[in-house]
């Protein structure tokens, strides 16, 4: 299939998800963020080695799922913005790699797509593949290379050890399995949940217990984990400040954070935006 048709298979397949289902939020709404999240989701969900040629055009080459997540958390969110402007039909002629991306995440095959030459053998001479003669140096060489084949003095065939056969095959069973129960192992560890440890949310296993026993463990938010912190360098706030910090009055103590909503000891209430009233009024000294 050339990269054309390709490329108009799997948008058409992205508009069919877009107007009949299933697809995630993720797709129908695609923002850098939101690209990077529903990456996370499908790797999770459904990591292949067959699909390491297209993570690793994205992401760079890594061992195993494990370390791809970590690289996908770890992204520049600008990456996706080449293939938002594609998923938005905005772009004439994307990068491969933007193409077989989408294609990953809604799941579309055959992927990554393999572009091969095809020529018409049928009625032109021209088209044919020149055939090769394979002529004898001379007849003296010939005559000097003699295979007498008697009847009853014919080499008899290799024997086959077959307890040599069976050992390798048992040692490969053993491997193989011995790999699925490791990555399986591997995979059950993925960190999918979090927990604030005072300044940052961590990440951790749903079933672990965080240093701190009164920490919640909640459902992973990936935009938390990366955007939303406290400032415990609170001196250093200036006006240039407002607009990119907010914080909360608590006890006669003011706390900054670095994006909106609610701080995580206090659900029930919510973060406001920094102003110079309260720049001016209250003290700021670090922690």
Known sequence: MTSADHK????????????????????????????????????????????????????GYHADMLEYVKAIEDVDIDLFRPLIRFMNDTVANPHSKHVELLAWLIDYKPRPNRVKDMYDVSGDDQNKTPSINLVENDQTQSEDVEISLVAGNAPEPPKINKRVIALSALSLLVLFVGLFFAFRGRNNIVQKCMYWNGEEFKPIACDEKPDDTNAVVIAKDSDKMVHFRRDTRADTLTASSIGKIWYIKINGRVEYYTAPGAPPLYPDRRLLPLTVYILNKYPRSPG
């Open 8 to 59: 108009k298979n799997v948008l058409e397949r992205y508009r069919e998800l877009m107007l009949n289902g299933p697809l995630s939020e993720n797709l129908k709404q695609p923002a850098p963020a939101r690209i990077r999240d529903e990456s996370l989701s499908v790797i999770e969900r459904r990591f292949s080695k067959d699909d390491r040629e297209i993570l690793s055009s994205y992401f």
